[in-house]
């Protein structure tokens, strides 16, 4: 039986007697509750590794860059100064019309 005060209060028993029961339920409820929070965290992880496995399954690599354009006409000369030449030797007669074609052809790439 709990002794109690003169005003109707437990004595210093029932005071510990209470406290512990109160403090008893307050880390069972803490200790809960972290395990609870501990084990949302480890299912949101694996659920994130696992969109992250899925996503990187499915996009195909990148495409491997272009190759660089082809270098300019070497020795300095450009297209058009080349066609005179082939022009003036065509006039001057060195080149026969088929020749001038083929020549032509070449420079153009065709």
């Known amino acids: 039986m ?9 004595g210093l028993l029932g005071t510990i007697a209470r406290t512990a029961v109160v403090t008893g339920t307050a880390q069972a409820t803490s200790n ?5 929070s501990q084990r949302r965290y ?8 696992q969109q992250a496995a899925r996503q990187q399954n499915a996009y195909p690599p990148p495409p491997a ?5 082809p270098p300019a006409v070497p020795g300095g000369e450009d297209l058009t100064s080349k066609l005179g030449k082939l022009a003036q030797l065509h006039e001057a007669g060195a080149l026969s019309d088929s020749e001038f074609a083929a ?3 070449q420079l153009l790439g065709g």
């Open 42 to 49: 480890a299912e949101q992880q694996a659920y994130l590794d």
């Open 2 to 10: 709990i002794r109690r005060g003169r005003i109707g209060r437990p």
């Open 103 to 105: 020549a032509k052809a």
């Open 65 to 69: 860059a272009p190759p660089p354009p």
């Open 32 to 36: 809960a509750m972290q395990r609870s």
